[in-house]
């Protein structure tokens, strides 16, 4: 029994020893942010642009290195206008929202042309899932600001959805956010 005690009192100690030096440590180290997650306040780069280009397409981007240069160089080559009957389809659900959200505020106007966009919001479709005998298209929503050449300012993603969602959750977390951004809750 003794030697129990002398165990539990040796661990006891040890913890009181170490425990203080471990917090101190833990928190000395600066909050990081995941990489795949960008926050509410990386949106303040699109509080006074008015010109927005909806893209929805499938993503053939499979780089893991340097995911989202490959997306941005990918959505500045492609067709602004879907072609494909889902695709077509997914775009016309999510300009639905985005429509609804222009005509109550104001405080955007759609683009046709990348040329005339100053920012574009991009879904990428990663899947579409089959619940009670309808199709639900799931993916990751961007937008990224196209930057300036004359100012050196490279294009960039400033917003994306924090993981896969259904396309009208994630154009409703985007348009929630953009209310709060502007003030027009």
Request: proline content about 5%; charged content about 25%; cysteine-free.
């Amino acid at each position: 029994m003794k030697r129990f005690q002398k165990q539990f009192l040796f661990a006891a100690m040890t913890f009181l020893l170490l425990f203080p030096a471990v917090t101190s440590a833990v928190s000395q180290q600066p909050a990081q942010q995941p990489d795949g997650n960008l926050t509410k306040e990386s949106l303040e780069a699109v509080r006074d642009m008015r010109r927005a280009l909806l893209l929805v397409f499938r993503s053939r981007v499979v780089e893991a290195n340097n995911r989202d240069k490959a997306i941005i160089e990918q959505v500045l080559k492609t067709d602004p206008q879907p072609k494909s009957g889902r695709n077509l389809w997914v775009y016309g659900q999510i300009a639905r929202k985005l429509n609804a959200y222009i005509r109550k505020y104001k405080s955007l106007k759609p683009s046709y042309e990348l040329e005339e966009a100053e920012f574009v919001i991009y879904f990428n479709i990663i899947e579409y899932r089959q619940l009670l005998n309808a199709l639900y298209p799931f993916g990751e929503l961007f937008v990224i600001v196209k930057g300036s050449p004359q100012l050196q300012i490279p294009p960039r993603i400033v917003w994306k959805t924090r993981k896969i969602l259904w396309a009208n959750d994630a154009i409703g977390n985007l348009i929630k956010d953009l209310k709060t951004l502007r003030g027009e809750t």
